[in-house]
């Protein structure tokens, strides 16, 4: 709620959102989420949604009757596209047959290539791919806008390129599958920015060989609540900024007296932070017993903080303020001196093996 205020106050000429627009792909979400962006839609600030791998034919569709859990109605590809038909599909210049890809025509000098990158049949997979008969319909969009002379931005909820330590570290499913197929299909077409969601945190990457940029934009379900101003500019420079949602001055403007709204910033944080903790000491636990190692609790709780000021600096995008004082910390001799391989311990190591800069703003200079 506070996230579409701060939207209808901007006025942008177009709200995007990139995918899991809820937990589970509970109907019922997805149903009240749209009846909340039809406010934005009355507005006159068009809205356009593509799914993420949360969104649909997902088994996991949860309610909750007090304490208890239980099974929800699931959303499937074709009531996604009825739940959000006003919210691209109703307006969109191309449909692909095959997928819950559209073309949306933002103005005369831009175009939008919503791609659905999500495995859903039978059920939902968390990686992404497209299938061949997609790609067919992606390169004519690419070409039509080729001929039109128009530029066209392509948004998927799966990554272009493999960003960032999350992909490398905790799962192979970050990345769009084959993604060089998708990568030589935009370079071809003159592509020169694509933008994503998936990975949770605030980060972006250009392709070498191709000099394709893609921005992932950080999630609001984890601090610091991240969404991002795209700007074009008359000579063809984009232009990224990455903002946080200001929940604590909503609070105050609607009267809300809850503790935790009133600082959310510090609350957000506080959650990812305790999180991380808890990860870094279980898997401390788990590795430490096989190697017959001994540290103790004091010691391990040092470590688990030490990880948790990189997780909540590096899912921010702004490692490069405590990168320095990071790497000379001596609590990652600790670290080091256990050598053990996990999931957790190869994400330390890529957070800070990854470039230090500032994520949240980004800045493409036109090619003309």
């Not at 009757?65 to 929800?72: C, T």
């Not at 609070?251 to 305790?274: P, Q």
Request: include cysteine; aromatic fraction near 10%.
């Amino acid at each position: 709620d506070a996230f579409l205020d701060e939207v209808v106050k901007l006025r942008p000429d177009v709200l995007v959102l990139s995918g899991d627009l809820t937990l589970n792909g509970e109907k019922a979400s997805h149903k009240d989420l749209a009846e909340k962006l039809h406010r934005v839609e009355n507005n006159g600030i068009p809205v356009l949604v593509i799914p993420g791998n949360h969104d649909i034919n997902n088994r996991q569709a949860a309610r909750y009757e007090g304490e208890e859990r239980l099974p929800a109605e699931y959303t499937t590809p074709e009531e996604f596209r009825q739940i959000y038909q006003a919210f691209g599909y109703d307006e969109a210049a191309s449909e692909d047959p095959n997928s819950l890809s559209y073309l949306y025509e933002l103005d005369e000098n831009t175009w939008l290539l919503m791609i659905d990158s999500c495995q859903y049949s039978p059920v939902n997979k968390v990686g992404g791919a497209i299938s061949e008969a997609t790609y067919e319909w992606i390169e004519q969009q690419l070409e039509a806008a080729w001929d039109a002379g128009v530029e066209i931005i392509p948004i998927a909820h799966h990554n272009l390129l493999d960003e960032s330590g999350v992909s490398r570290s905790f799962y192979d499913n970050c990345t769009i599958e084959h993604n060089e197929e998708l990568v030589r299909m935009l370079s071809d077409h003159g592509v020169r920015l694509h933008l994503s969601g998936h990975l949770h945190i605030q980060h972006y990457k250009e392709d070498e060989d191709t000099g394709i940029y893609e921005i992932v934009t950080g999630s609001m379900v984890m601090a610091p609540c991240h969404y991002g101003i795209v700007r074009i500019w008359n000579d063809g420079t984009y232009q990224y900024d990455a903002k946080s949602v200001d929940v604590d001055g909503w609070a105050i403007r609607h009267s809300y007296h809850n503790r935790d709204l009133a600082d959310f910033t510090a609350y957000s944080e506080s959650i990812l932070r305790r999180a991380a903790i808890r990860d870094a000491i279980r898997d401390l636990n788990r590795h430490i017993e096989d190697r017959h190692a001994f540290f103790t609790d004091e010691k391990k709780r040092e470590m688990a903080s030490y990880y948790a000021d990189l997780c909540v600096n590096y899912y921010e995008g702004r490692m490069y303020q405590i990168e320095e004082a990071a790497k000379e910390n001596p609590v990652l001799e600790d670290w080091n001196k256990i050598g053990y391989v996990s999931e957790l311990s190869d994400f330390l190591q890529n957070i800070l093996e990854d470039e230090a800069k500032d994520y949240g703003h980004l800045k493409i200079p036109s090619v003309h």
